[in-house]
């Protein structure tokens, strides 16, 4: 195992001195016991414990329910900073969102040559009923989550994109509320944008995304899978924090050309249906036809323009990392702009040159699947074995198109809060961007996720990775 | 609301209930065993297991009654599907199906019992802490109500909980007299009895009736007076009378709610005119466990009817 290169500590220069954003934070933490810290952090836990934030855990009786770690430092980041975040993240939504209009209409950037045909042609994710078929307002991607890593003062980078499904959001506002019950000093001295109105304004986004034969205040509904869910208590604390109804696919059933729900009054409209399932459940009859999570029949009324279904179905598109490596054409041939958040460099080993290159550094890159998702089914050079890096080589080479590798970037970190006193860890950002058809709505902050593990690059939950709270600050 | 959710509080209410109700039987059985010989109490342990239902269960396990074996059978054991574990897990397990039916107050009370009642029983029960275990139990029913009502909304979510309230503890007191009813025959019943008045103590205590019992009658225990104060007595929280007047409450608001009466206001309505016509005489003269399977059928229609109205389950 090789040393991870020197990186950015967003909280200290090399120096050893505190940045600007961090001087409040610091002064008060200076002056707090060791002692009392330590009893606040076992309380965080029993205080997530009480209010049920917990993930299931597939395949584990026992530990059927499960934590993410908390870490009690912030993560800050100034009001500057985060101004330049939002309007990089601004102009590379608005460019997915017209990307996807465009692959379901015309596809101009494959007529104009910019992107292979091949690339979607293979995915998974794309959706022949899409075609030629406009969502209500045109939004395709209601909800998304861009990840952000940094690995210097104001060098950001987009690692992924998140339109199927992003999740998390439930800890960036749980995260909020437990600091505030722990520390409610600190929030009177550090001034902190609040992340707390964002179940509102994702109801006003989706309602604003309503149908348009919609009769009165739009309907909204979150479709889950149902509790055995992993993010089934992310599903019940949106719903509920937004008033809106928490449905399963047996709730749902098409009425005369709507989708209707079982209420103890019988059948009711929804407009808009903020889906937790994945495409491939939602209809029986135009998907999966095993599935017993959809409702039947919902694709014919989504393509009569009667319902909302967000985001939009055939969306996870824009996941595919091999998609992502052209997000800098994606993003200069919708908006005439270059991109304001770079990508990270990428290889894609269906390439000759890149496959080459790639087998030739396979120690020195970040090796990824293209349809991979949550930290698995990836290579990390400088962190692993050489039997690891053989093993990997082979399954590049047997299917180089599966494939796409980047550089092992510094990421910045944070420190964390341990036993023997603060530590760095390295940390990425998700945050959380509404898209309505007038406006693009990012709410300040978002999930910070952390490698427990000390020079770990992993910041997954499902790798053992934990979350911070995330403070934009007020100017 | 969503049927499904209605369906989901009216169970998460009616588990809480039993889970409740199975700790206030498994205390006077406790308490009667104590003071007994371990002829008796092992009778006793017979009586209580056979009075929560779990007779079949516990004997295909068990070939004696001990009091260690039949409160850690009715408290943790696993293959028990009506254990206070596997109870409070379906107590909990519905709120979290209604969770949005429910207020933050509500769950988090729920939440944090089933993580404590969950640690005390996940070892055996000793006879130091089967006193602990019970109180636990209790206070997770006092405290789910008492949130309810501090915090809820009186929409018809409230009224589906507490349907399944009432709905569970009439159930519940009717069987309770059903199992002893033997015990409180008047034939039985004669001034200066030297008869085991500890027995109806016991059926006073398993639903939490000993004390109001002893106010209302200044002592005198005698079973005609029992079975009166349990059946027809509207001032006791766990009496027929008591449950049926409140589910009847709980039913009309909902009829109002939705703007029209279904059947099980139907149903109620028939239920209540005949209890609220009949007299203690009139109930032994016509048996009173003939009386208590017509009324723990009419009680369990009322309940299938609920689900039907308010389309429960389709």
Not at chain 1, 4 to 13: C, G, H, L, Y
Not at chain 2, 93 to 118: D, F, K, P, Q, Y
Request: contains cysteine.
């Amino acid at each position: 195992m090789s040393e991870p290169a020197a990186n950015f500590d967003e909280m200290r220069t090399a120096g050893g001195d505190v940045r600007p954003a961090y001087e409040g934070y610091c002064n008060w933490f200076d002056e707090q016991e060791t002692r009392l810290l330590n009893r606040k952090n076992s309380e965080a836990e029993k205080n997530f414990r009480r209010t049920g934030i917990t993930f299931n855990v597939y395949g584990e009786d026992e530990a059927e329910e499960r934590l993410i770690p908390f870490d009690m430092v912030p993560r800050i980041i100034d009001s500057g900073e985060w101004r330049r975040v939002t309007r990089g993240i601004e102009q590379r939504v608005k460019a997915l969102n017209a990307f996807m209009y465009d692959l379901y209409h015309r596809q101009e950037i494959i007529r104009a040559g910019r992107v292979p045909e091949r690339l979607f042609r293979n995915n998974e994710a794309w959706l022949p009923n899409m075609v030629g078929f406009t969502p209500p307002g045109g939004v395709y991607t209601h909800i998304v989550g861009i990840d952000l890593v940094r690995t210097g003062p104001d060098e950001f980078f987009v690692l992924e994109d998140n339109a199927r499904t992003p999740s998390g959001v439930s800890y960036m506002l749980e995260n909020r509320e437990t600091m505030m019950a722990m520390f409610p000093e600190l929030f009177t001295r550090v001034p902190v944008e609040t992340v707390s109105d964002y179940p509102r304004r994702l109801a006003k986004s989706l309602a604003a995304c309503a149908p348009p034969g919609t009769s009165g205040k739009p309907v909204v509904a979150v479709l889950t899978p149902g509790i055995y869910n992993s993010a089934y208590f992310e599903h019940a604390f949106l719903a509920d924090q937004m008033g809106a109804e928490l449905v399963e696919g047996t709730d749902l059933r098409v009425v005369d050309g709507k989708v209707k729900m079982r209420t103890t009054s019988g059948y009711r409209t929804v407009d808009v249906i903020y889906r937790r399932v994945d495409d491939d459940f939602l209809d029986p009859l135009s998907f999966n036809p095993g599935s017993v999570l959809g409702v039947p029949g919902i694709m014919d009324v989504y393509r009569a323009g009667n319902v909302t279904i967000a985001n939009a179905p055939g969306t996870g598109v824009c996941d595919d990392k091999a998609i992502y490596s052209f997000m800098p054409e994606i993003v200069e041939f919708y908006t005439g702009e270059k991109p304001l958040l770079p990508n990270v460099q990428t290889w894609r080993c269906s390439e000759k040159d890149s496959l080459a290159y790639v087998l030739d550094n396979l120690p020195e890159l970040v090796v990824k699947e293209v349809h991979g998702s949550g930290g698995y089914g990836m290579l990390i050079g400088p962190t692993s074995t050489r039997k690891e890096v053989a093993d990997f080589r082979k399954k590049i080479e047997a299917q180089p198109e599966n494939y796409i590798a980047q550089p092992t970037l510094a990421l910045s970190t944070c420190p964390v809060f341990t036993k023997s006193g603060l530590a760095p860890r390295h940390v990425d950002l998700r945050p959380f961007v509404l898209v309505s058809p007038d406006k693009v709505d990012i709410t300040p902050g978002g999930l910070t996720r952390v490698a427990m593990k000390k020079g770990s690059l992993v910041v997954n939950s499902s790798q053992g990775g934990g979350t911070k709270d995330t403070w934009v600050l007020k100017e | 609301m969503l049927g499904r959710t209605a369906n989901g509080l009216f169970w998460m209410f009616r588990y809480l209930e039993r889970v409740e109700n199975t700790a206030r039987l498994l205390d006077a059985g406790l308490r009667m065993a104590l003071t007994r010989d371990s002829v008796t109490a092992e009778e006793e342990w017979r009586s209580v297991i056979s009075t929560a239902g779990q007779k079949r269960g516990y004997e295909a396990k068990h070939g004696t009654y001990t009091g260690v074996q039949a409160w850690n059978y009715i408290l943790r054991d696993r293959e028990n599907p009506a254990s206070v574990t596997e109870m409070f897990n379906q107590v909990r397990t519905n709120a979290r199906l209604a969770r949005n039916a429910i207020s933050g107050e509500v769950w988090e009370a729920i939440n944090e019992s089933w993580m404590e009642i969950r640690d005390l029983l996940s070892r055996p029960v000793g006879q130091n802490h089967v006193g602990e275990a019970i109180a636990m139990v209790r206070r997770a029913g006092t405290l789910a109500h008492g949130a309810m009502t501090g915090s809820m909304l009186r929409d018809e979510s409230f009224h589906f909980a507490r349907a399944g309230t009432f709905i569970e503890r009439f159930d519940s007191t009717s069987r309770i007299l059903d199992i002893k009813y033997y015990l409180l025959l008047p034939s039985l019943s004669y001034v200066g009895s030297s008869l085991d008045t500890g027995q109806w103590d016991t059926v006073l205590r398993s639903v939490s009736g000993d004390r109001a019992y002893r106010w209302i009658n200044a002592g005198n225990i005698d079973a005609r007076g029992i079975v009166e104060f349990l059946v027809l007595d509207d001032r006791f929280p766990r009496s027929l009378a008591f449950c049926q007047s409140a589910l009847r409450q709980n039913l009309a608001a909902l009829a109002r709610i939705h703007g029209h009466e279904g059947r099980s206001n139907e149903l109620m309505r028939q239920a209540d005119t005949q209890l609220s016509s009949l007299t203690i005489e009139e109930i032994f003269e016509m048996g009173l466990h003939q009386f208590l399977l017509e009324f723990m059928a009419s009680n369990a229609r009322i309940a299938a009817a609920i689900g039907e109205d308010y389309r429960f389950l389709r």
